[in-house]
Each structure stands twice: as C-alpha cells, then as structure tokens.
C-alpha cells in the first residue's frame, strides 16, 4: 500500500450516488488507498458509513474539521496526502480551501464552488501552496474526447468554425423534487446547488468539453434559461449561444450550447460536434467508444477506442483491448490516476497541464461561465462579455 496515494474522502456517505462513484474510480487502477472520512454532514450518519467501508474507527471522522486536525498530527509518511471532496455543491469551498491550505492535494467535484470570488481564491491558494488540484469534468476522462483533442490541436480539422454540444435528461421532468429524492432535492435547491440548476449541473461539462477538445476560449455569450415545471426554483432549461475568442489570428468561432433536464425521454445524452476548414467531429456520450470524423471529399471514418492507430494520450486512457467497451466509471478513473501521478510526480499546482486532467483553472471557468449565463439569461443585453 506505500506506492498508493492515501486518500480522505468528505461525503459521500449512505444514500450519496457520487461517492460511491468517486471510490470506484480511485480503486480501479489501484492508485489510492482510502483510509480515512467524513462522509456525511450528520456525526452519527458519517461514523456509519465510515463504520459500512471498513474504515478504521480512529480514520472514522464526524466531520471533515476533525478529519483535517487528526490528519495533520499524525506523521507526515502515515496522514492522508488527498482528499476527495463529494459533498453537494454549497459545501465545497470551505474544506477545498482548508485542506489545499494544509499542503494536501485535492480532488473535487464540479461545478467547484459557487461564486466566482471563491474560484478566485481557490485558485490563488492552490498557486501559492503548490498542490495539486483536480476538478472532475470526468467526460474529459474519455479515450475518444482524448483523441478529438489531438486532432483539433494537431491542426487536422483546420481552423474551427462552429462547436455544437447538448446535454439532454429527462428526469426532472416532473417536480421529482418533491418525492424525497436524494438528488432532486439538492440539485434544485438555490442555496445547495448555486445560482445554476440545469446550467450549473450539466451546462457546465458541455462548457468543459467544447474548452477541453477544442482549447477555444469563449468571448461572449447570449443566454436563455427557462424553468419549466412550476414552483422550481432554479433553470430546468439552457439555450446559450457563444462567441469564441479567434485562435491565433483566425476565424473567430461560434457555438451552440443547448442542457436540458425537462427532455422526457433523455437518459445522459452528452453529445459534441465540431466543424473545421479542413474536417469535422462527432462524439456521443451514450456511445463513448466511437468518434465520427468527417473530411471533405472522402468517405466518412469511424475511430475506435483500444486501437493503435489513437493518439497516445488516447491509448493511454484505454484499459481493455478494442472491442471491449469502456464508459464512464473508467473516464471518472482516468481522471483519478492522472491526477494520482501528478501527487506521485509533486506536480504541484502544474499538474493538471502535465498530467492532463482538469484543474483549478477549468473549475474557475466553469463558476464563471455558470454566472455568466445566469447574469446574461436576466439581461436586456443581448451580448454579454464572457
């Protein structure tokens, strides 16, 4: 267990989808050992969990406050060196902060915070301590999101002219919110999910792929989210339109970015599509191992996870042989165990570049872009600077 990272996780305790997601992805290439929790807001509740995963009583925390005092008195070759942070959005900044402040790396899910001065600070506290940082946009974990980028940035599609991505659920059809449903109640919930409901949930990885495939930065915007179902207090329903920033002196790209979660009938339909000069891709999350390239003239190609003609950083993400399918615990994993070799590496704050996986950085923009819309949706202005 020494090669292993040793690993705290806070939420993620009974009852909680994620958490249960995020130690599947740190188990399954064998880079962490958790060894230590706080996994609930409630003492009792998170001494239970604790008590179900086999943590020792003495790593079993009532809250993340104590997990971090305990942690630090503890011999540096024996406390925790990351803390994986699933706990519902409003909660987490506090322990983000306090444990990168401590030198310990973090882990995080998305959106990161939510306000855009916390991003700031966030971002200025992992600078000045040096640790490593991760956000997981876990769909960047994705052998063929890997290999989309490759080809954008390796110049195969010439110059970008347009980026369509959508992201269509039906479950919040209906008030689900008001069945008791764990995860209804909190998405839906201004003061536990943030100023976004659909924008901040699953706008913010359409935002995440479009910047991670294609590196383009977004200039502008124009914004229309809806509520649909009466009585909810946060969007249901985006529809934004995007101007990019030009890339190095070309054409200054435009995009669609569409999230729902009134689509009845929609399960996790993440797709992207994106058209250059010279070719176009497609990619769909519900059909991850397949990217669509088309090039003008020429029969389409269809590129496939597990097959040597990938990039490298595609091949990389890959753990099975063509043929076999890979999805999404596997790209949460990706993200995971790159992130584990930048602690390994003392990466520091440098290794999400490094490393390739998202960091402080892509956590800040997604909070900026999720109150952006949000500013522009409310505005008589038509465009609103990013």
């Given at each position: 267990?020494?090669?292993?990272?040793?690993l705290?996780?806070?939420?993620?305790?009974?009852?909680?989808?994620?958490?249960a997601v995020?130690?599947?992805?740190?188990?399954?290439?064998?880079?962490y050992?958790?060894?230590a929790?706080?996994?609930?807001s409630?003492p009792?509740?998170?001494?239970?969990s604790?008590?179900?995963?086999?943590l020792a009583?003495d790593?079993?925390?009532?809250?993340?406050?104590?997990m971090?005092?305990?942690?630090?008195?503890?011999?540096?070759?024996?406390?925790?060196?990351?803390?994986?942070?699933v706990?519902?959005?409003?909660a987490?900044?506090?322990?983000?902060k306090a444990?990168?402040?401590a030198?310990?790396a973090?882990?995080l899910?998305?959106p990161?915070?939510h306000?855009?001065?916390q991003?700031t600070?966030?971002?200025?506290v992992?600078?000045?301590?040096?640790?490593?940082?991760a956000v997981t946009?876990?769909?960047?974990?994705?052998?063929?999101?890997?290999?989309?980028?490759?080809?954008?940035?390796?110049?195969?599609?010439?110059?970008i002219?347009?980026?369509?991505?959508?992201?269509?659920?039906?479950?919040l059809?209906?008030?689900?919110?008001?069945?008791g449903?764990?995860?209804?109640d909190?998405?839906t919930?201004?003061?536990?999910s943030?100023?976004?409901?659909?924008?901040g949930?699953?706008g913010?990885?359409c935002?995440?792929l479009?910047?991670?495939?294609?590196?383009?930065?977004?200039?502008?915007?124009?914004a229309?989210?809806?509520?649909f179902?009466?009585g909810?207090?946060?969007?249901d329903?985006?529809n934004?339109?995007?101007?990019?920033?030009?890339?190095k002196g070309?054409?200054?790209?435009?995009?669609?970015?569409?999230?729902?979660?009134?689509?009845?009938?929609?399960e996790?339909d993440?797709?992207?599509r994106?058209w250059?000069?010279?070719g176009?891709?497609?990619?769909r999350?519900?059909?991850?191992?397949a990217?669509?390239?088309?090039?003008?003239?020429?029969?389409?190609?269809?590129?496939?996870?597990?097959?040597?003609?990938?990039?490298?950083?595609?091949?990389?993400?890959?753990?099975?042989?063509s043929?076999?399918?890979?999805?999404?615990?596997?790209?949460?994993?990706?993200?995971y165990?790159n992130?584990?070799?930048?602690?390994r590496?003392?990466?520091?704050a440098k290794?999400?570049?490094?490393f390739?996986?998202p960091?402080?950085?892509d956590?800040?923009?997604g909070?900026?872009?999720i109150?952006r819309?949000?500013?522009?949706?409310?505005?008589?202005?038509?465009?609103?600077?990013?």
């Open positions: 267990m020494s090669d292993r990272v040793r705290g996780m806070i939420g993620g305790g009974q009852g909680a989808f994620i958490g995020h130690r599947a992805a740190a188990r399954l290439d064998d880079n050992h958790l060894i929790g706080a996994l609930s409630t009792e509740k998170s001494i239970a604790a008590k179900e995963l086999g009583a790593r079993s925390y009532p809250t993340w406050q104590a971090l005092k305990a942690e630090l008195a503890r011999p540096a070759a024996e406390r925790i060196e990351a803390v994986s942070i706990t519902p959005n409003h987490h900044f506090e322990p983000a444990f990168a402040e030198g310990i973090v882990i899910d998305k990161m915070v306000s855009v001065e991003a600070q966030l971002q200025q992992v600078r000045e301590r040096d640790v490593v940082f946009y876990n769909y960047s974990g994705y052998p063929l999101v890997k290999q989309a980028r490759e080809m954008v940035r390796a110049g195969e599609l010439g110059e002219r347009k980026v369509v991505v959508e992201y269509n659920q039906g479950w059809a209906t008030k689900l919110e008001e069945s449903q764990k995860q209804a909190w998405r919930d201004p003061a536990r943030g100023v976004g409901g659909c924008i949930d699953i913010s990885h935002e995440n479009a910047s991670y495939i294609t590196g383009l930065e977004i200039d502008s915007l124009c229309d989210l809806t509520t179902v009466p909810r207090k946060l969007d329903d985006a934004v339109l995007l101007r990019f920033k030009p890339a070309g054409v200054a790209a435009k995009g669609i970015l569409f999230a729902s979660q009134i689509c009845v009938g929609g996790n993440l797709r992207i994106v250059g000069t010279k176009a891709i497609a990619w999350q519900e059909d991850p191992n990217l669509l390239v088309h090039r003008p003239g020429a029969p389409d190609q269809v590129y496939r996870r597990g097959n040597d003609y990938l990039a490298s950083t595609a091949k990389g993400a890959a753990r099975l042989p043929g076999h399918p890979e999805a999404f615990f596997e790209a949460f994993a990706t993200v165990t992130a584990a070799k930048a602690i590496a003392g990466a520091g290794g999400p570049d490094q390739d996986f960091g402080v950085d956590g800040a923009r909070v900026r872009f109150h819309t949000v500013e522009s949706s409310t505005s008589s202005q038509k465009w609103l600077a990013f």
